[in-house]
């Protein structure tokens, strides 16, 4: 049988969650189903994700499994960065170009849209087609929260090349249905499907043991009410704005206790805290591994989506929600952002903020309140039901079968 070989482009480490819980599982779905093709994966290492040597061949076989030949880079950061990144797109064309002159890798693939600002130039040089996984314009994630200067050169570029390469791609799949009317306004060339983070039910749903374990880890009494907050501050999420939320719904209700789950530095996070005068003995901060990330969110109650209100915030497609509601856990989001908040009013699962204000959440609160104290089983099963039908991976790996048959 001849092997179509398509070449899959991530500036991120294979050990990082979001390519890991976003793009692998379609990529192994695709092999599965295709026994014709064969993927050539690129990656940039980074230390934060690192793996030792037994690890790296143990990845290396898990992909070989599926037909994923790993070609791992070595990511450079720091000071310099425009020439360090130079660097990498060089190391990672002349790779492009072996694949296609050796195997005769025919397509081009990446992740999000820096990696695709990449993957596009080395398709257009070396002739291949271009599919765009996870299309949002990143460029104006980082001009709405203040991380990128309109006039910077950073957003300047990134933002030029995501409206070339959206409108001359040959496939886009993008997470919601914002962004692909967005590219029917634009007029793409290219197919347009809705392909969102997606969270695999099979793997993430409400574990009780989980929950006892992460509340018997950090001493929380099993009736207590946990509020979870789950992942980053600052950058493109809220920072001091978070513990601001926390300190309004503390004073209304002094028994809650706040769950932070984070790879940020602890000492960042407890200032915040502590510049609200929470009380220690009213949260705890911690991190996990992504495997063990359900866990966390059992053993909490009521959830946090932390992505301010601001106008690109609608093309996101965060995961976060999709893993709240497969586990069972309502949570509150800001208006506008993904679909998080069509959902959570069309399910009656989340509470909707226009902003993390304490006027804000104070009007909220009663709602919060009615999710703590509502009956946890039948509250867990209609959020799960929510969180396959938004997210479940079932519903849309059909869609990721369909994309990859055409690479």
């Known amino acids: 049988m001849k092997k179509r070989h398509v070449i899959i482009y991530v500036y991120n480490s294979c050990n990082d969650p979001l390519f890991k819980a976003v793009m692998l599982p379609c990529l192994r779905y695709a092999t599965q189903q295709q026994p014709d093709l064969k993927l050539h994966l690129i990656t940039y290492e980074q230390v934060e994700y690192a793996l030792d040597a037994v690890q790296t061949a143990q990845m290396h076989a898990d992909l070989n499994s599926d037909r994923i030949q790993w070609h791992p880079l070595k990511w450079h950061s720091g000071s310099f960065k425009i020439l360090k990144k130079a660097y990498d797109l060089l190391c990672g064309l002349f790779l492009v170009i072996r694949l296609r002159l050796g195997v005769g890798a025919r397509s081009i693939s990446a992740l999000g849209t820096v990696a695709g600002a990449f993957a596009f130039m080395m398709a257009k040089l070396t002739g291949l087609r271009y599919y765009g996984f996870q299309y949002e314009p990143h460029s104006e994630f980082m001009r709405d929260c203040n ?87 600052g950058g493109i999420y809220y920072d001091l704005e978070i513990a601001e939320l926390f300190k309004t719904f503390h004073q209304l209700n002094p028994d809650l206790f706040f769950l932070i789950v984070s790879p940020d530095a602890p000492e960042h996070i407890v200032s915040l805290m502590q510049s609200q005068e929470l009380p220690k003995e009213s949260y705890t901060i911690t ?47 800001c208006a506008g952002v993904s679909e998080d908040d069509l959902v959570a009013e069309k399910y009656g699962v989340g509470v909707v903020v226009n902003a993390f204000t304490p006027a804000e959440a104070t009007r909220v609160y009663p709602q919060v309140e009615a999710f703590l104290q509502a009956e946890k089983v039948a509250l867990r099963s209609k959020c799960r039901q929510a969180g396959i039908t938004y997210r479940g991976m079932s519903q849309f790996l059909p869609t990721a079968d369909l994309i990859f048959s055409q690479l």
């Open 147 to 233: 991380v990128w200067p309109e006039t910077s050169i950073a957003y300047r570029g990134l933002h030029y090349m995501e409206r070339v390469s959206g409108m001359k791609a040959d496939i886009l799949s993008t997470g919601t249905v914002h962004m692909m009317h967005r590219m029917e306004e634009w007029g793409t060339k290219a197919k347009v499907y809705k392909l969102p983070s997606c969270v695999d039910e099979n793997k993430i749903y409400f574990r009780p043991d989980g929950r006892q374990r992460v509340r018997a880890k950090y001493g929380i009494p099993a009736d207590k009410q946990v509020i979870l907050y789950l992942g980053k501050f």
């Open 287 to 333: 991190r996990s591994p992504y495997e063990q990330v359900q866990d966390y969110i059992s053993a909490a109650d009521f959830g946090v989506v932390a992505v301010p209100s601001l106008p690109s915030q609608r093309f996101r497609s965060p995961i976060k929600v999709g893993e709240y509601l497969c586990c069972g856990l309502p949570y509150l989001v």
